[in-house]
């Protein structure tokens, strides 16, 4: 009969690895309800699109009933032009920052590149400065805790299409692994993380941390009426929604298809950005909000609106008070 000692069983389990499929569905369940600190970071400088982040965002969010924010960040405008690429320091402390604004408040944070322009146009030539980018950010947070998740990229597009962007995916996520085996790391598939283009989206099958994304703003003809960066989106002022029982059933069939796409490929799903623009009326916004979100929860997709307090904000940063019937319609209190 084999005997087995006991110091041994535990070394055999410790040296075991955990289930990655499990856990991960855990760690997406993790990020709950959340919100994009958007239209901070993500400007060229901090400031320049009129959001500074403060320290009371992080606990008005958490007194909120919130469990996450998604730091949408633009690195690609604070760091060098050659190799090694090096992040300015400043900056790089300003992230450090609102990662010990989360954890402080008990919340997690998905911390993401977002708006490198270059990339979309001329993958091939940027990628070794995106990859730079994420060797740099592994390594600073590779003792971070659990709290903190990574984005690849915010809605690859244009050049960057379905085969180039599934190319990059390995190298970036190789870079990435090198410091965060276990990470959780979202990545969402080209064309400006479509659902209609989840299909092609090619994720490394041996790698089990990964979390899908998807963006919704469906119809755009409501979302994103009055929207100044859209061209002749005023025409599309005083839009309502839903416009018919049929509007409602291709929202929620929409959202399905991501939720059958995680199922049938063993993948969590995160909705990492949806939200009106606030040039749509108020019942409206509140309406379409309120049905993503029960949609989104009923499916068992976590989420993120955006977002937290500019065009598309649920909450004023000139009264530092919640929009009420928005903060309602995404906490469900």
């Not at 992080?58 to 690609?76: H, M």
């Amino acid at each position: 009969m084999l005997r087995v000692s006991f110091g041994l069983l535990l070394f055999v389990l410790a040296c075991t690895p955990l289930g990655a499929a499990d856990d991960v569905f855990a760690a997406a369940k993790k990020l709950g309800k959340g919100v994009n600190l958007g239209n901070a970071l993500e400007a060229p400088n901090e400031g320049e699109w009129g959001i500074k982040l403060k320290e009371l965002y992080f606990a008005k969010i958490k007194e909120a009933g919130f469990d996450s924010v998604r730091l949408p960040v633009k690195w690609s405008n604070h760091c060098g032009k050659d190799a090694p690429y090096t992040i300015d320091p400043k900056f790089f402390a300003r992230v450090d920052w609102a990662i010990e604004q989360a954890e402080k408040n008990g919340l997690n944070i998905i911390v993401n590149a977002h708006h490198y322009d270059e990339i979309y146009q001329q993958p091939a030539e940027h990628l070794p400065r995106l990859l730079g980018i994420w060797r740099q950010i592994a390594e600073r947070y590779k003792n971070a805790g659990a709290h903190v998740y990574f984005e690849l990229l915010n809605e690859p597009h244009s050049k960057l299409d379905d085969p180039t962007w599934n190319e990059q995916i390995k190298h970036l996520l190789k870079v990435v692994r090198v410091n965060h085996p276990q990470r959780p790391v979202i990545v969402g598939p080209s064309f400006w993380n479509g659902i209609w283009r989840l299909p092609h989206l090619k994720l490394p099958e041996e790698d089990r941390w990964l979390i899908a994304t998807v963006h919704f703003y469906n119809p755009f003809e409501f979302t994103h009426q009055g929207a100044h960066w859209v061209e002749k989106s005023d025409k599309w002022k005083g839009t309502v929604w839903p416009k018919n029982a049929d509007e409602e059933k291709k929202l929620v069939a929409e959202l399905g298809q991501a939720a059958q796409w995680g199922k049938e490929n063993k993948r969590p799903m995160f909705l990492g950005e949806f939200g009106a623009f606030s040039a749509a009326e108020m019942e409206s916004r509140v309406h379409w909000t309120k049905t993503v979100v029960e949609t989104a929860n009923q499916l068992e997709i976590s989420w993120s609106y955006w977002e937290f307090c500019s065009g598309f904000g649920a909450f004023d940063p000139e009264t530092d008070q919640w929009r009420e019937p928005l903060r309602k319609a995404l906490t469900g209190r």
